[in-house]
């Protein structure tokens, strides 16, 4: 697959049903840094074929996957995707008459949700489904707006249409963030 330049890419993500089972993009997401791609795995043959020439002649591929990293600012609404997927469980609860709280628990099991990664760029539309995260870095610098790496695997990639649509969302800044430690949720408030 042709690979084109990461910050020309467009790239959205939505939360999957059924895992693995593609699903449209619920939001685009402006990153800084893009190096999400196929990767397959190879049994290299180590026989000669009358030459002295080591490594052998054939490679098998015998696996297909995605792998890769999405960088980027984070955005109130898209970010809550990449915590749902990394922790596991997301609950809700009104904040004010237009905004929710989410706590997000770590659920101990293999089913946490999956993502679809849409991408767009000049030589086409492609999409990873049964995306997980697998690392998530998160930097706070001061007088910064707070970043995020996520570090991402899935199946291969397949053509796809995806038409990516930009909107308004809510950044943070240092002085927009807490970060508080306690023995249970329930304490955290007077941490």
């Not at 020309?8 to 693995?20: A, C, N, Y």
């Not at 699903?23 to 290299?44: G, H, Q």
């Not at 489904?129 to 998530?136: A, E, I, P």
């Not at 809510?170 to 329930?186: G, H, I, M, Q, T």
Request: charged residues 20%.
């Amino acid at each position: 697959m042709a690979k084109f330049i990461g910050r020309l890419v467009k790239v959205g993500i939505g939360k999957e049903s059924s895992r693995g089972v593609g699903v449209a993009a619920s939001f685009t997401i402006p990153k800084t840094n893009y190096t999400f791609d196929d990767k397959a795995n190879k049994a290299r043959s180590g026989e000669g074929l009358g030459n002295i020439s080591g490594g052998g002649s054939k490679a098998i591929v015998t696996g297909r996957f995605s792998e890769g990293a999405l960088e980027g600012e984070i955005n109130a609404n898209s970010f809550g995707l990449l915590l749902l997927s990394t922790f596991g469980t997301d609950t809700p609860s009104a904040y004010s008459t237009s905004a929710f709280k989410h706590t997000y628990t770590l659920n101990n099991t293999n089913q946490h949700s999956s993502l679809s990664v849409h991408c767009e760029d000049s030589i086409g539309d492609v999409v990873f489904k049964g995306c997980m995260v697998d690392t998530l870095e998160i930097e706070v610098k001061q007088d910064e707006i707070v970043t995020f790496n996520a570090g991402l695997k899935g199946r291969k990639g397949n053509s796809d249409v995806f038409t990516p649509s930009f909107v308004s969302d809510y950044k943070f800044v240092s002085r927009d963030l807490e970060f508080k430690v306690a023995a249970d949720v329930a304490s955290l408030a007077a941490a």
